[in-house]
Structure formats: structure tokens, C-alpha cells
């Protein structure tokens, strides 16, 4: 499927800045201050008496049972959570139904020998276009140690998934595209002054689903994405009864603060759900930084 991007992904320097987009502040300056308390753990680790070193020895872990609890306030933990998010977004998500990290009750990590690193995580999401929250949702999360990025292995189910119905929100909207007279087409959604028109937002929450796909697939333990923008949306004709549309969404990735464009192509409809048919990283300088980088909110 997305074959490409590998080579892509390691030929471009990626492009700089990062503008700070009103419906995305709240989640990147959480995750700022979880980097910064990160921070102040490492520094509290580096002063540790004897007695807290022999703490840390791995002789004292059950090696039957290396399991460590993280503290859920903390960039780990919101780093697996985040892949959960996107994984669950990607398999139940729609243009009307899109999933946040709401709270991380419980988390912990598991060092595997000579394959990764799984973490087991407990939390909850909320789903952004009728703001309720689906409590007890679980996730493990493998990050395979591998020479070259390969996705995270997730398992992820919510107790409660199918209390969020947006079957009839789906359908409408399916049949209201479907019977438009000229294809849709969008740019630069949210717009510079941080706003989403009324009829954009199935496609900005449809971008977010298939961009979730991409950052997936390219997370690893140190990375944390979000989608900051949708460049570019145009339906394509399409001869099933499938809905295709063709994007380009911007990426933010927290941890380098680097901002990569992405090309790809989503083909949705509400029985089958959203597959992403296509997707290759751009190279930077393709495509002009968005408006709201010059109208920082
Ligand atoms: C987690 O970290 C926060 C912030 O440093 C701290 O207030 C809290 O007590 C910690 N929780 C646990 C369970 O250690
Ligand atoms: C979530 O789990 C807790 C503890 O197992 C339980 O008490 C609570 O009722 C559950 N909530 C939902 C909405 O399933
Ligand atoms: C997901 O669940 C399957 C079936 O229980 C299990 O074999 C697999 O190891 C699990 N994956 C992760 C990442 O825990
Ligand atoms: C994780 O991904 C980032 C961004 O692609 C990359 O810079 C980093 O080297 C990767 N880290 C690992 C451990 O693979």
C-alpha cells in the first residue's frame, strides 16, 4: 500500500515550523507539558542515592513479570496512548465520528527481550463531534525493535464503542455527496483565523481519519503526531460505490517539532469504512506552509 514512503521518508530533510492552530493548541501544549515533565524526571534520575539505584536494579524485577508502571502524566505513556488513538481512529472512525485521548487512567511498559517494547495502557476517549466520552477503552502497544520503522502492533477495544452512533450522520451524508452536482473540494481547512466552515468539518474529521493511518504507521516509541492541517481535499470520480478523495494533510510531529506534508488518498463509505488507497510523504518545499503560519493564534 504505502511502499513508497520509506524511501521517501529517509531521502528529505523535513520542513520547519509549526504553527500553532487553535483546535490543535490544547493537545500539542499537553503534550509539551508532559515533554517537559519527562524532562524533569530524567533530571531526578541523574541525582539518585545508592538505595534508589539498587531500586532500579533489574535483578529486583520478576523476570517472569517485567512489567513497569509509567506515571500517566508523562510523555511515555501519552506517546502509546496517542498510537491507540490513531489505530482506533483508523478502524472506527468516520467523517463523523473521530476519537481523542480523553484521560490515561493506567499505564505500564513491559521490556520483551530481543523484541521490543510492549505498554499497556487504560483510558479513555472522547469522540469530537458529540463531545461524549467512551470510558475503559484498553490498548497494548508493541514497538518491534527493528532496523527500519515498521508499524506498532496494537490491540485496542473500548468496553463501550457503540454507545457513539453516527450511522444515520454517515448514511445522510454519503447520500448528500453522492448526489452533489460538481465534486467537493476544500484548501486550508482550518482557515487563518482557525475555523472550520460548517461543511467542511466530514472533511477535516475524514482527513484526520486516514492521516491517523499514516501516523500509525510511522510512530514509533519516540514519536508523537497529530494532524495540524488539511492543505488540499477534491473528491475523484469513482466508479464503485465507494466515496474517493484525494489530500494533502499536514503532520506535526511533537518531538522534533518537524512539520511533513502528506499525499494520500481515502476511499470511504459508512458500511465499509475508510481505507487510505494510497500515501507518499512529500518532499519539503512542495507545498507552502499554511496561512496560519503567518497568523500565529
Ligand atoms: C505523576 O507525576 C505528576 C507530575 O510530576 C505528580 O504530581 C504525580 O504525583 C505523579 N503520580 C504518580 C502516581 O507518581
Ligand atoms: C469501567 O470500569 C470500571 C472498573 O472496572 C467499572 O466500575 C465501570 O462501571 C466501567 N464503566 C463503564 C462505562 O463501562
Ligand atoms: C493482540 O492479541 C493477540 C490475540 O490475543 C495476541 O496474539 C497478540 O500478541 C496481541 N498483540 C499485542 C501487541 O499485544
Ligand atoms: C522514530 O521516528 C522518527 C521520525 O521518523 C525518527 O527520526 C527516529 O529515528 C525514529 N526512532 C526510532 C527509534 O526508530
Same mark, same amino acid.
Request: glycine content about 4%.
Given at each position: ?63 517472569? /513479570? ?32 473521530? /476519537? ?22 487504560? /483510558? ?9 466520552? $467512551? ?18 502492533? $496494537? ?89 474517493? /478523495? ?7 510531529? $511533537? ?20 481505507? $487510505? ?21
Amino acid at each position: 500500500m504505502c511502499w513508497t514512503l520509506w524511501i521517501v521518508l529517509g531521502l528529505f530533510p523535513l520542513v520547519d515550523g509549526h504553527p500553532k492552530l487553535k483546535t490543535h493548541q490544547n493537545s500539542l501544549e499537553a503534550a509539551d507539558t508532559a515533554l517537559n515533565h519527562q524532562n524533569g524526571s530524567l533530571n531526578s534520575v541523574l541525582h539518585l542515592d545508592d538505595g534508589e539505584k539498587a531500586a532500579l536494579e533489574p535483578n529486583l524485577v520478576d523476570p517472569a /513479570f517485567p512489567m513497569k508502571e509509567l506515571n500517566t502524566s508523562y510523555y511515555p505513556a501519552a506517546r502509546a496512548a496517542k498510537v491507540a488513538q490513531h489505530y482506533l481512529n483508523y478502524h472506527h472512525g468516520s467523517p463523523s465520528k473521530w /476519537f481523542m485521548v480523553h484521560a490515561i487512567k493506567q499505564a505500564s511498559s513491559e521490556d520483551i527481550s530481543e523484541v521490543g517494547t510492549k505498554y499497556h495502557i487504560q /483510558f479513555s476517549v472522547q469522540e469530537q463531534a458529540t463531545k461524549e466520552i $467512551v470510558e475503559n477503552c484498553s490498548a497494548e502497544i508493541l514497538f518491534r525493535q527493528t532496523e527500519v520503522q515498521s508499524a506498532p502492533e $496494537v490491540n485496542c477495544t473500548c468496553n463501550d464503542l457503540l454507545k457513539i452512533k453516527t450511522s444515520d450522520a454517515d448514511h445522510a451524508l454519503y447520500h448528500h455527496i453522492k448526489h452533489q452536482p460538481d465534486p467537493m473540494t476544500g484548501t486550508d481547512i482550518p482557515d487563518s483565523q482557525g475555523n472550520i466552515p460548517k461543511e467542511m468539518k466530514p472533511l477535516w474529521y475524514l482527513g484526520g481519519i486516514g492521516a491517523s493511518f499514516i501516523m500509525w504507521q510511522q510512530s514509533n516509541e519516540s514519536t508523537l503526531y497529530n494532524m495540524a492541517h488539511v492543505h488540499s481535499v477534491k473528491q475523484l470520480n469513482s466508479e464503485n460505490d465507494l466515496l474517493a /478523495f484525494d489530500y494533502v494533510v499536514l503532520l506535526h510531529e $511533537v518531538v522534533s517539532q518537524e512539520m511533513i506534508h502528506w499525499h494520500m488518498q481515502v476511499a470511504w463509505n459508512p458500511t465499509q469504512g475508510v481505507t $487510505v488507497t494510497q500515501c507518499h510523504l512529500l518532499p519539503k518545499g512542495t507545498m507552502k506552509q499554511p496561512l496560519a503560519e503567518k497568523h500565529k493564534i
